[in-house]
């Protein structure tokens, strides 16, 4: 199937998401795809929502919420074992464009298999509100994602340090040499991580201009200082540091980490936030990754609760 693109997708309940993903990649121009949705033991009644809804999508239902990684990694395998070469992740609150999968094949045929590919991530309500690209910082040696598109507006690729989960184009070659997406980081990090590991394996990573998707961002997560997020980011990054950094780079982001937790204290952080910061640390010390603990998901529930309004 080299000219299919098998997207893989990810629903935890929003199975109402989930369908306005369908439509947009029902608008596909110049390019034949079929989905896979992984629906990730949704507690909902996503499952019978997304049930035989047509020919172009594969459901599989996976008994246990393994996270966006282990999520992924389902539907990368399925996709792979139908026979398919190219393999776009693209978030379920990432809406294509109708050219984007024809502009991200045409990239394919002129980059050869061996470059990853990202579309530039598009905010929905504010075209300067996501993606572009990113850098290596130079102390911790994390990527820093650029605040505006730094590439010149005629040109067709840009270099990027890693390329954003929400719409990763991969070939089955990068599979098959630098294997699948790490487990133990459940959610955040993992997309980094597999790019940089793509990266060392001789794989350039590149943002296809031309290419686009609208990216709402952070619809299970939350605020970035949210409980979930600040539990995942603090432990995620200490592994990632620790399996990409020097030994300097890993020690600053031990001091990164540290600041973290200090600086929650005396922000408007949501409740609790600062705990989940903390208890991601020593998680990555006892070497506790995958799922985080109900505790974290009980301080994220009330934290929403809070804001919500009335």
Aim: hydrophobic content about 40%; aromatic content about 8%.
């Amino acid at each position: 199937m080299t000219d299919f693109v098998a997207v893989v997708t990810i629903n935890w309940n929003r199975w109402r998401m989930t369908l306005d993903c369908v439509e947009a990649l029902r608008a596909t121009r110049g390019a034949a795809w079929h989905l896979y949705i992984v629906d990730n033991a949704s507690s909902d009644d996503s499952v019978d929502r997304l049930r035989g809804i047509g020919g172009d999508v594969t459901l599989i239902e996976n008994p246990v919420n393994e996270g966006w990684t282990g999520g992924n990694n389902r539907g990368i395998e399925a996709a792979l074992a139908d026979g398919h070469d190219h393999v776009f992740i693209l978030n379920n609150d990432a809406l294509v464009e109708p050219d984007t999968l024809a502009t991200l094949l045409k990239a394919r045929g002129e980059t050869g298999t061996d470059a990853v590919l990202g579309p530039l991530q598009i905010g929905v309500d504010d075209p300067e509100a996501d993606f572009f690209g990113a850098y290596r910082h130079e102390r911790t040696g994390m990527p820093v994602q650029y605040r505006k598109n730094p590439a010149p507006s005629d040109s067709t690729y840009a270099k990027t340090y890693t390329v954003k989960g929400a719409a990763i184009f991969a070939h089955r070659r990068h599979f098959d040499r630098v294997g699948l997406l790490d487990e133990r980081f459940y959610l955040n990090c993992d997309d980094t991580d597999w790019c940089l590991r793509a990266a060392a394996a001789g794989f350039p990573l590149l943002m296809v201009q031309p290419s686009s998707v609208r990216h709402i961002g952070s619809a299970s997560l939350g605020d970035y200082m949210a409980p979930l997020q600040t539990y995942f980011r603090t432990r995620n990054r200490l592994l990632l540091a620790e399996k990409h950094g020097t030994r300097r780079e890993r020690l600053r982001q031990w001091r990164s980490t540290v600041r973290q937790v200090i600086d929650l204290a005396g922000q408007s952080a949501p409740k609790n936030s600062r705990a989940a910061a903390r208890l991601g640390a020593l998680h990555y010390l006892v070497r506790r990754f995958g799922d985080c603990p109900d505790i974290v998901r009980k301080w994220h529930a009330e934290a929403r609760a809070q804001i919500r309004p009335s």
